[in-house]
């Protein structure tokens, strides 16, 4: 365990995440006794909760674009870790990408607050619920073990996203959009999707193989 441990924070962008993390941490533990403070924490991980699913569901599987630039581009986020699930460096998100949608989360707290603290507090909440989804996802790739019964489930229920479908179990942390918007199914239900381990040719084919068996 110790090894991976040091595998996840020892990775590039881990560490500026994590540094990004503890500089908001050192402007919002001045302010900790203000509970709106708290508010302003809980909300930026509220945020990012339902961004993961949003984001895995609609812009990673998105059908593959013609523009080069923009095909590459999720070549690196996503499609690329379909084809390789277990390389390391496809595993964690590029801070080329987080940290833009880190600022973009930090520019609506601003304008809904118009309070640094609270705009500090809410991005330290972001940068928080980040790092634990990058955490889960490292683990449901690595040979550990989750110690809770919940974390068992969380990483088999995205290992059935990797090599059962695409089309069902987008969060990653929790199964709470899945649930909500009908991507959550009997896994036993579900036929092997002949396209789980290649978004680019799925999606220029349409193919929705991998829906649930008619039996």
């Known amino acids: ?93 590029p801070v080329w990408y987080s940290f833009p949608l880190i600022a973009v989360a930090g520019a609506i707290a601003i304008a809904v607050t118009g309070d640094w603290s609270l705009t500090l507090a809410a991005v330290t909440g972001v940068i928080a619920y980040l790092l634990y989804y990058e955490w889960v996802h490292f683990r449901a790739h690595r040979p550990i073990q989750p110690l809770t019964p919940w974390g068992r489930f969380m990483k088999k229920m995205h290992l059935w996203h990797h090599f059962k479908s695409e089309h069902f179990w987008f969060g990653v942390t929790n199964p709470v959009m899945d649930k909500v918007l009908g991507t959550y199914k009997d896994e036993k239900t579900v036929v092997r999707s002949e396209t789980v381990r290649d978004l680019e040719k799925g999606g220029e084919i349409g193919g929705r193989s991998g829906q649930i068996d008619p039996k």
């Open 1 to 93: 365990m110790r090894v991976y441990v040091k595998e996840f924070f020892t990775f590039f962008d881990i560490m500026l995440t994590l540094a990004a993390g503890l500089v908001c941490l050192g402007f919002t533990i001045p302010h900790l006794a203000r509970g709106a403070t708290w508010l302003a924490i809980v909300a930026g991980m509220i945020a990012y909760a339902l961004s993961e699913y949003a984001i895995h569901r609609y812009l990673f599987h998105l059908k593959p674009p013609r523009n080069t630039f923009l095909r590459n581009m999720l070549r690196r986020l996503h499609y690329d870790h379909h084809v390789h699930p277990n390389n390391l460096k496809l595993l964690f998100l």
